[in-house]
């Protein structure tokens, strides 16, 4: 049987090299960081992780790691409610409820398995999930699992929103899923105007703050608090993989009922192992460090500002907004991929992100700033951008 499959398979992965969408896996030899080693020896400027404020391989992470793993050993070979709970996970939880603002939180494994667990937990066939269209792939894979009818409006349009609120009037629960970031855009949800329109339509606010959580806001608490809507967002999910460390994991943080019964019937909590007590203690040592100064975020935002505003003048197309995420717009995904390429020959590590992970014709560089660069480092990456466009147009 498989012999069939595998012609299938060998022409489909035919097709998408030749579209030139073929995604490779470039080897690191080093730790995550500003910079890193290559499988080719090389050492090159990373312009393309998510590690916003650099606490990757902070040393007082890793140290926390590393104590954890002697005082509460590798991993738990459990789920949490058999004998998987240690008392540094109930520590984080809270500590993430206090710093968002919530009244619970619970882990998962990561924000992709806490998406997936959230909707069909929480909604049945006589509710309605409200989605943005330019949602993470793991809210609309969540939204799949749910019995609940499904209604889509277009990014960020509030007028359109309000037309699905409407279309869904007949439903028992009505509950609006947006990103607080849209990875690929660096686009921030106008929140605000979202939970405006859920008051009025009687409609539950969930936020994936992924891209936000950390460094977003005045005191680094994510959308929710860049627009001041904290106490009337209902759930918010979110990663420890990017800004809180960087290793993996994520989290729900909720209105305490909708925590209690993720903790009952959520089935990526019920059956996944418990996050690893390094991970747990790292992501602990994380927020202190968020929480204790801002200078990661000012110089996240230093940076920020630094490159969008001197890529425009050099005259590439750079979405608009002060986000870290900073798309250079190319159009062609296989001139993308050849840019991408020139650069790292050039000693810049990004990446051309082309269909499916955005749409056809929008294949660009999606470079995110770190406060774990320098200004230095900042500079030599435009400088590159400005050398390999002058290179391929050659």
């Not at 869904?168 to 990103?179: E, K, N, P, Q, V």
Request: aromatic content about 8%; glycine content about 10%; hydrophobic content about 40%.
């Amino acid at each position: 049987m498989f012999g069939r499959m595998r012609d299938d398979l060998t022409a489909t992965i035919g097709e998408i090299r030749d579209a030139g969408l073929y995604k490779s896996e470039r080897v690191i030899t080093s730790p995550q960081q500003s910079l890193i080693s290559v499988a080719s020896g090389n050492e090159v400027l990373n312009f393309c992780a998510n590690n916003y404020l650099g606490l990757s391989d902070h040393p007082e992470v890793v140290a926390a790691a590393k104590e954890a793993l002697d005082r509460w050993g590798f991993g738990l070979s459990s789920v949490r409610f058999i004998c998987g709970t240690q008392q540094i996970h109930k520590d984080l939880e809270g500590a993430l409820s206090n710093f968002l603002g919530t009244e619970d939180t619970i882990l998962y494994s990561s924000c992709f398995d806490a998406n997936g667990g959230l909707f069909e937990t929480l909604l049945g066939a006589e509710d309605a999930i409200i989605s943005d269209e330019l949602n993470h792939a793991s809210i609309i894979d969540g939204v799949r699992l749910s019995k609940a009818k499904r209604y889509r409006y277009k990014n960020r349009d509030m007028a359109d929103l309000e037309a699905q609120l409407k279309d869904a009037a007949d439903a028992r629960y009505r509950l609006i899923a947006t990103d607080g970031v849209f990875s690929m855009d660096g686009y921030v949800a106008p929140l605000d105007e979202i939970c405006d329109l859920a008051e009025r339509y009687d409609a539950l606010v969930m936020v994936d703050d992924s891209h936000a959580v950390g460094f977003v806001g005045s005191d680094g608490a994510g959308t929710p608090s860049l627009f001041g809507v904290k106490d009337r967002v209902d759930i918010v999910t979110g990663t420890l993989g990017k800004a809180l460390g960087g290793a993996s994991g994520g989290y729900v943080s909720a209105r305490r009922e909708i925590v209690e019964l993720l903790r009952q019937r959520s089935r990526p909590y019920l059956f996944s192992n418990s996050l690893a007590p390094s991970v747990t203690a790292a992501s602990l040592k994380a927020l202190e460090l968020i929480g204790s100064s801002s200078a990661l975020r000012d110089k996240l935002a230093a940076n920020t500002q630094l490159f969008r505003t001197k890529m425009t003048e050099a005259g590439f197309n750079v979405l608009p907004g002060d986000h870290p995420i900073s798309p250079v717009m190319i159009g062609d995904a296989a001139e993308a991929g050849r840019l991408a390429d020139k650069l790292l020959d050039l000693g810049i590590y990004v990446i051309g992100f082309s269909y499916p992970v955005v749409p056809q014709g929008k294949a660009r560089i999606r470079v995110q700033l770190s406060a774990a660069h320098s200004t230095q480092d900042v500079e030599t990456a435009i400088a590159a951008f400005i050398e390999a466009r002058a290179a391929l147009a050659g």
